[in-house]
T-cell receptor
Framework: GENVEQHPSTLSVQEGDSAVIKCTYS??????FPWYKQELGKGPQLIIDIRSNVGEKKDQRIAVTLNKTAKHFSLHITETQPEDSAVYFC??????????FGKGNQVVVIP | SQTIHQWPATLVQPVGSPLSLECTVEGTSNPNLYWYRQAAGRGLQLLFY??????ISSEVPQNLSASRPQDRQFILSSKKLLLSDSGFYLC?????????FGQGTRLTVV
């Protein structure tokens, strides 16, 4: 099955700086790559996603890039704010809803 | 608009007791429904998914079972809880591609 690895496990950034989280996946047939943000005690929330026919997608301060050849994709957060502090999960899927998740990345934005 | 409800938010149960967690989705029909578990410091593991009433697929062998008695209702159960069943349980539905999660149930087995 699909194996998704996510790194680094923890990332601390100064407020206003950029944060980048990288994920790799193993199954070249995966075609959908979402990113989730999870705040303490809450369920994960979808923040951005990308499909395999697109190399980059941007939504305000967040963007996702996909390299199908290398089988990795990255989340970019620019102009970080304290409310960006959370755990971020990447995932990959070949089919509807059956996502394989990475282990999560704790992002800490230092004011 | 579609909403997903999951309850209870927290639950403390003794080892060997039964479990029933309920999830309902509103505002859509015939949704794909999922149960995930999140152990401390780990990612989300898919436990069960359902594409329709009475249709349940299990991803990993375990002490849990799932049922879908109605179109928008998904239930996670156990006859006898184990300590290792402790975790954060998340119900989700799929509007197409991604997942929309409920707020989760924190289960502690003591």
């Amino acid at each position: 099955g699909e194996n998704v690895e996510q790194h680094p496990s923890t990332l601390s950034v100064q407020e206003g700086d950029s944060a980048v989280i990288k994920c790799t996946y193993s199954d070249s047939a995966s075609n959908y790559f979402p990113w989730y943000k999870q705040e303490l005690g809450k369920g994960p929330q979808l923040i951005i996603d990308i499909r395999s026919n697109v190399g980059e997608k941007k939504d305000q301060r967040i963007a996702v890039t996909l390299n199908k050849t290398a089988k990795h994709f990255s989340l970019h957060i620019t102009e970080t704010q304290p409310e960006d502090s959370a755990v971020y999960f990447c995932a990959a899927s070949k089919g509807v809803g059956r996502l394989a998740f990475g282990k999560g990345n704790q992002v800490v934005v230092i004011p | 608009s579609q909403t997903i409800h999951q309850w209870p938010a927290t639950l403390v149960q003794p080892v060997g007791s039964p479990l029933s967690l309920e999830c309902t989705v509103e505002g859509t029909s015939n949704p794909n429904l999922y149960w995930y578990r999140q152990a401390a410091g780990r990612g989300l593991q898919l436990l069960f998914y359902s594409v329709g009433i009475g249709q349940i697929s299990s991803e990993v062998p375990q002490n849990l079972s799932a049922s879908r008695p109605q179109d928008r209702q998904f239930i996670l159960s156990s006859k006898k809880l184990l300590l290792s069943d402790s975790g954060f349980y998340l119900c989700a539905w799929s509007p197409g591609g991604g997942l929309i999660f409920g707020q989760g149930t924190r289960l502690t087995v003591v």
